[in-house]
């Protein structure tokens, strides 16, 4: 038993040098100052996200759910299932910007906090835990008509909150990390 | 001597190709890069003469062997594990403070598991043979612990990996991958069987081990970058708390949806 343990550990190990080593890498960071454009690395989805919000309204849903046919009133909640995965990709890519940019900052910066370090490891490990689940749930479909209204709700508040910290972001970040806009 | 004609031969082979790296290491000025895997290369082709020379005085089977065999492979091992280490170094440091978050992890891991199999050897009663193989294995775990752990933090942080140190770490990590499922076996489960395929697992692994550096070394090694320009501590200090915060609301939006 333990040595057929050892051989799998052995093995995982060999793939996991090969992968580390030779394995694409889907984002090829350029780790240089001068590369680095604040811009380029803020969340751009989340721009969107108000356009989108306008077709996921409550009140559409509550009306459909009132007077549609069963049938229509199905597909169309699949539609808004499908809508709303694609919020939650554009979330996703959103979040992987970000987590980019706290890498780059991280790699440049000469004294880095270690504790802030762990937490955006930490953040990153509940936010693809978090998005796992939630992609699963919609995709399966499990989420009553009250739960998309609800969960609609959520993503337009989040939409507005994101504009202003992108803004805020792009405020704090260093004069030579922002784009020339001229 | 006591040795059979293949193995002889095998030995011959193995013995011109580390041969061929090391010139290739001194060649391409490795030293000034990496100046402990250029030592550990001399320790590997200085281990085939003083081996040869035991077992044509002493015999193989003789206990002289035997000792001289097994202190050689434990100088090799632990020069092999701060090779690791001056590989995570070179790919590191210039991230002044990536590498002064990785470097303690690196050494307490290398300690920790040192530590642990020092103590496992030691509650254990095993004949000698099994607990050289036993600490063997503990310390090319440590090889490849430290190894893997330094290069978790260059993919994390996207830090690029030049070739001829990918093709070195691998070399390192294959053979201390595989020696710690072999000294399993020759340990435990072969050991009672017919060991004579792991020990020439043994030799094999090491020989492709050494065809990886000589694929590293075959070309010219690359120009030294320059030391990346750095972000000074206050602008670290303004964008961080920021980017923090944006972190910790997505996240708890995201919580938000999936309860």
């Known amino acids: 038993m333990t040595a057929i343990l050892i051989i799998f550990i052995s093995l995982t ?17 350029v780790l240089s100052v001068d590369s680095l454009q604040i811009e380029t690395l803020l969340p751009v989805n989340s721009r969107h996200f108000a356009q989108i919000s306008q077709m996921l309204k409550p009140a559409d849903f509550l009306f459909m759910q009132r007077r549609a046919p069963h049938r229509m009133a199905r597909e169309w909640r699949a539609e808004r299932r499908r809508i709303l995965g694609q919020y939650l990709k554009g979330l996703g ?12 900052v991280a790699a440049l910066s000469p ?48 939409a507005s909150e994101l504009d202003s910290r992108i803004s805020l972001i792009a405020e704090y970040s260093p004069p030579r990390m922002r784009v020339n806009a001229g | 001597m006591g040795l059979s004609f ?21 060649r391409r000025n490795l030293f000034d890069r990496l100046p402990v895997f250029t030592i550990y290369l001399c320790t590997v082709v200085a281990n085939e003469a003083i081996i040869w020379l035991t077992y044509s005085f002493t015999g193989i089977r003789s206990h002289t ?51 642990s199999a020092a103590v496992m050897v030691r509650q254990q009663v095993h004949p000698l043979s099994s607990t050289i193989l036993m600490t063997e294995r503990s310390l090319e775990f440590t090889v490849v612990g430290i190894l893997i752990l330094g290069l978790i933090f260059c993919r994390y942080y996207s830090v690029e990996i030049k070739p001829h140190l990918a093709w070195i770490a ?29 020990r ?13 550096w000589l694929v590293a070394l075959w070309k ?11 972000l000074s501590r206050g602008e670290y200090e303004a964008l961080a708390p920021e980017v923090t915060l944006r972190l910790r609301e997505l996240n708890a939006r995201l919580l938000e949806m999936w309860k």
């Open chain 2, 65 to 115: 062997s035997f000792y001289v065999y097994w202190t050689m492979q434990a100088i090799q091992v632990s020069i092999r594990a701060v090779v690791v280490y001056e590989i995570c170094r070179e790919l590191l440091s210039r991230y002044t403070g990536i590498w002064k978050l990785c470097r303690p992890l690196l050494i307490l891991l290398g300690v920790g598991i040192a530590s």
């Open chain 2, 6 to 26: 293949s193995d002889s031969a095998h030995w011959m082979v193995t013995t011109v190709i580390e041969a061929v790296v090391l010139s290739l290491a001194l």
């Open chain 2, 170 to 198: 691998l070399g390192l990590g294959f053979y201390s991958a595989i020696q710690v499922a072999n000294n399993t076996f020759l340990g435990d489960w072969f050991s009672r069987v017919d060991n004579s395929i792991w």
């Open chain 2, 200 to 212: 020439d697992l043994r030799m094999v692994s090491f020989n492709i081990a050494t065809v990886f």
């Open chain 1, 111 to 158: 004294e880095i906090r270690k504790q802030q370090q762990w937490e955006w490891m930490w953040l990153e490990l509940q936010f693809q835990i978090s998005y796992c689940m939630v992609a699963l749930k919609i995709a399966v479909g499990g989420l009553s008509p009250e739960r998309l209204v609800r969960l609609t709700e959520l993503i337009t508040g989040l």
């Open chain 2, 220 to 230: 010219p090694l690359p120009a030294g970058q320059p030391a990346p320009v750095l």
């Open chain 1, 93 to 104: 890519q959103d979040f992987a910007q970000l987590r980019r940019l706290t890498r780059i």
């Open chain 1, 13 to 29: 190990i060999l793939l996991a040098l090969f992968w580390l080593l030779f394995g694409s890498k889907t984002q090829e960071a």
